[in-house]
């Protein structure tokens, strides 16, 4: 009976180090699975030089990865198709297809995918046409590189951003009854 014991205590001694064992891999598991994987963005901007930069500056964040990139509202749309990003930074004035087209489409076939639309347009039933067309967030070209990053990962947060001053527009147009934004 003692035999029968200790040979019940050595195998319940081996179940609890396995279990101890299999409770740290998924400590392990959970530590690696908040280290979160870099964030996929495609970028999409007739302008070459606009384009590499918002790249660079892009590419030197740790959590984003730009995966593709478009110069037409067309190629825009698939690139969002073939890559999957989890944002999409366009602008809105573009040869073949413009960016409110291209954000209008790119929720209907891909609605996961957040967008972040930058533009120079400060017009509000510009403002207004790019949010129901389904933009996620409304940045002017004229924003600082803080600013822009700050808007990507509040897009990317599930937030919507605008810029201040299209912000500002908005809640003026609201508080004044204009049709745009009632």
Do not use: C
Not at 38 to 45: D, G, L, P, Q, S
Not at 146 to 158: F, P, R, T
Not at 163 to 170: L, N, Y
């Amino acid at each position: 009976a003692v035999a029968r014991w200790h040979t019940h205590l050595r195998g319940l001694a081996t179940a609890i180090h396995k279990i101890s064992g299999l409770a740290k891999n998924r400590q392990l598991y959970a530590q690696v699975k908040q280290v979160k994987a870099k964030h996929r963005v495609v970028i999409a901007e007739d302008h070459t030089i606009l384009r590499d930069g918002l790249r660079a500056l892009l590419s030197a964040e740790s959590d984003l990865e730009v995966v593709g990139e478009a110069e037409d509202g067309r190629q825009a749309i698939r690139r969002v198709e073939e890559l999957g990003p989890d944002l999409i930074l366009t602008d809105l004035s573009m040869p073949k297809m413009n960016g409110v087209e291209a954000i209008r489409e790119i929720k209907k076939r891909a609605p996961g995918t957040k967008v972040l639309a930058l533009t120079v347009h400060k017009a509000e039933e510009f403002i207004l046409e790019v949010l129901q067309a389904g933009a996620d967030g409304y940045i002017l070209k004229d924003a600082s590189s803080e600013e822009l990053m700050m808007a990507i990962k509040s897009v990317l947060g599930g937030k919507r951003y605008l810029s201040p001053s299209v912000s500002q527009m908005v809640i003026e147009g609201y508080l004044e009854g204009r049709k745009s934004f009632t």
